[in-house]
């Protein structure tokens, strides 16, 4: 075993050593539900999924929480917007982000109860956490809550390899009459008039965001220190920071041991933003293309800790890829069907070729979770398929479609064998057009190039026509 991960704490490639192996505690930051989740967060989503089916492909036990922020300043003001209940805006887009899971086909992370953690399910252990952060001398009670001193906690800025002092410089802090410094966050926010609010010993009022991260990763992986901690690359300051700061100071040890950051997206090279009309939410994608395979395709085109740039072309690009593998698939099965077992053995030679290759995928996923190359590995292997199809190995070509099959899997590209190429799906209509107006010949033109092409026979029946492997018996 000797997978190699990127880690943003020590700024190295360093070679992944989970504490309790094959057990790996790995925690993502989920989403705020204030609104329909977009691409940007498809990203993270998948992303942080094929992380987690690929080490779990290489043996090992990964035990995954992603958690439901469910209590924010943007879901309050977004909910006042709307004059609506914010507990009604929050139900409404927690159902929205399950079928957005659904249609990517995202596993669900660790669940409490029905659903992943919310963080308003978990403010008594919140209350806990801050009342130990408080006792220890980290925390401070004002007017307007309890903060966090940063000046306190001596690693401060670790993460992000700045000094507290670059990090006043660099950043713009909200400033607040009530906080010792500027960078100090709020680990508890009073409630004003006609917010939510949760009883707590320092008045009414709501846990801060990042606090909730650090109570529900390590109440629900139930451990201190974390294998993994993921997500965007905004995040590691102030978010990430803060994570770092309130837990080390809670428990005195290390909170994740490797910090994992994917890169952000834009679109046709500019920011996403509602403003800029360039929105696109995951839904609208569905809607457009039908196919949450695509997406991931082109996901998989950029290493996950560079930008992506979206844009149709690209798109319609990884539309065409995934025809490729469409088309061979449905060769091999027609092929089978229409010609039992091949003449043609299988040399060594070709076993090498193949097994070289899946070597090579598993080497490049090692290193760091290379998938544009993984994703150029499966190319070579559909080249190599369409090859042994021409030649007549069935076993060779077998094999590789098991092999491919078994990647497209840690990809979470499940091809159904039912699909159809897009080319088979044209023949059939042309020539459905061609009976229809008569042009017989043209349409047993295209009768024979099914056959020829792709072994496949066409034949008409009552409601229209179908196509198979084997000519019909009438
Ligand atoms: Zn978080």
């Not at 075993?1 to 925690?27: A, D, H």
């Not at 209590?71 to 003001?77: F, G």
Request: proline share 4%; net charge neutral; aromatic share 12%.
């Amino acid at each position: 075993m000797s997978i190699r991960i990127y880690n943003t704490l020590t700024r190295k490639k360093e070679e992944f050593k989970p504490q309790n192996p094959p057990q790996v505690k790995m925690y993502t930051c989920g989403v705020t539900v204030y609104d329909e989740c977009h691409i940007g967060h498809a990203r993270s989503l998948y992303i942080f999924d094929v992380i987690r089916r690929y080490l779990e492909y290489r043996g090992l036990e990964v035990n995954f929480v992603r958690n439901i922020t469910d209590i924010d300043d943007k879901i309050i003001n977004r909910a006042n917007e709307l004059k609506i209940d914010w507990n009604e805006l929050v139900e409404k887009y927690i159902d929205s982000y399950k079928e957005d899971l659904g249609l990517l086909g995202i596993q669900p992370g660790i669940l409490d109860g029905k659903e992943e953690p919310r963080a308003t399910r978990n403010i008594p252990e919140m209350i806990k956490y801050i009342r130990v952060l408080l006792d220890k001398g980290f925390a401070y009670v004002t007017d307007s809550g309890v903060y966090f001193n940063v000046r306190k906690f001596k690693d401060y800025g670790k993460l992000s390899g700045q000094s507290i002092d670059q990090m006043l410089n660099g950043v713009r802090v909200e400033s607040d009459e009530h906080k010792q410094d500027p960078l100090d966050f709020a680990l508890w926010k009073k409630a004003k008039p006609n917010e939510p609010f949760w009883k707590s010993p320092w008045g009414d009022g709501r846990p801060g965001w990042h606090i909730e991260c650090s109570v529900m990763s390590q109440k629900f992986l139930k451990a201190d220190t974390l294998d993994v901690h993921a997500g965007g690359r905004d995040l590691i300051f102030p978010h990430h920071e803060n994570e770092i700061a309130q837990s080390e100071a809670l428990t005195g040890k290390q909170f994740a041991k490797y910090w994992i950051h994917h890169g952000l997206l834009t679109i046709n090279g500019q920011k996403m933003a509602k403003s800029l009309g360039n929105f696109v939410t995951i839904k609208d994608f569905i809607k457009q293309y039908q196919d949450a395979d695509i997406l991931k395709l082109f996901f998989l085109t950029t290493h996950y800790s560079n930008p992506i740039d979206y844009n149709e072309d690209k798109i319609e690009e990884c539309r065409k890829q995934k025809e490729s593998f469409i088309d061979l698939f449905y060769k091999v099965n027609s092929w089978k069907l229409r010609k039992g077992k091949s003449k043609n053995p299988t040399s060594k030679a070709d076993t090498d070729k193949i097994n070289s290759i899946c070597n090579k995928f598993q080497e490049v996923m090692d290193d760091d979770f290379n998938t544009p190359e993984g994703l150029a590995c499966l190319f070579q292997l559909l080249d190599l398929g369409f090859g042994f199809i021409s030649s007549d190995k069935q076993e060779a070509f077998n094999y590789i479609k098991s092999k491919l099959e078994a990647f497209l899997g840690i990809f979470g590209v499940e091809l159904s064998l039912k699909e159809i190429p897009a080319e088979v799906r044209q023949m059939r209509e042309d020539r459905d057009k061609a009976r229809d107006e008569k042009d017989f010949k043209k349409a047993d033109k295209i009768r024979k190039d099914l056959v020829d092409r792709f072994g496949l026979y066409i034949s008409d029946t009552g409601g229209g026509t179908s196509i198979s492997a084997v000519p019909s018996q009438e």
